[in-house]
């Protein structure tokens, strides 16, 4: 039986596409950073605090993909996302969790900076609550000059405070503000440099994140909770 020419072009182009997502799937599961519940019950939480609501319910041996990892005076977070066919996103205490060692950089990542110097007659509010209020001063002021003195151009501020997309999104971003860089970049690294140096937070967003982040960015600031 001849088989006609078309429909043997047709069979190979299929059967090629079928392979290239097959060895994509493959590629992003081999990248993915992955960790198990060590714990008999984990409660996967909405926010980073365990005073956020409760997302689902993880037993031991549950596996999920890791999103991001948060380092702060509380521990160790995760954002992490469950699979399965309805996989869920939000975030687990690092003490749930048995962690792969990681195959690639995560997709963005918190820094913790150095305790900022509080000058004399500061109150420590300024250094605590008032934080993000003085970050947000500093991109207008020291950050926005350093930028323009090193780079030749105005630094990319694509978000300062609440904007449409954060509400919904789902995120209360009335203290953050989010700078149009790669973090890897020249520029990023340059600013990345800048915050630890004064003190301020930061996020570093290496790329989109479906629900999270529209692309590659900075946010200066504390992680904004979910609303």
């Known amino acids: 039986m001849k088989w006609p020419v078309k429909t043997v072009c047709l069979c190979l182009f299929l059967i090629i596409a079928a392979a290239k997502t097959s060895l994509a799937q493959d590629d992003a599961n081999s990248t993915a950073w992955l960790a198990t519940v060590k714990l008999d019950s984990a409660a996967m939480y909405a926010g980073v605090s365990v005073s956020s609501r409760v997302v689902t319910l993880l037993k031991r041996g549950d596996a999920v993909v890791i999103n991001l990892e948060i380092t702060s005076a509380d521990g160790t977070w995760y ?134 982040a529209t692309g590659a960015h900075i946010h200066v600031g504390r992680p904004s909770p979910r609303k």
């Open 79 to 212: 954002a992490v996302t469950t699979a399965g066919q309805s996989p869920a996103s939000g975030y687990l205490s690092g003490k749930a969790l048995e962690v792969q060692e990681q195959a690639a950089a995560a997709e963005w990542e918190y820094q913790p900076p150095p305790e900022p110097v509080v000058a004399p007659g500061s109150t420590a509010a300024e250094n605590e609550s008032d934080i993000v209020a003085a970050s947000k001063g500093r991109i207008v002021g020291d950050i926005k000059s350093f930028f323009l003195s090193k780079f030749g151009r105005t630094l990319p501020v694509s978000a300062f405070g609440q904007t449409r997309l954060h509400s919904r999104l789902g995120f209360d971003h009335r203290n953050g503000v989010d700078v149009a860089l790669s973090p890897d970049s020249a520029e990023g690294r340059a600013l990345l440099g800048k915050l630890r140096g004064l003190g301020v937070p930061f996020i570093a967003f290496r790329k989109a994140i479906p629900g999270v």
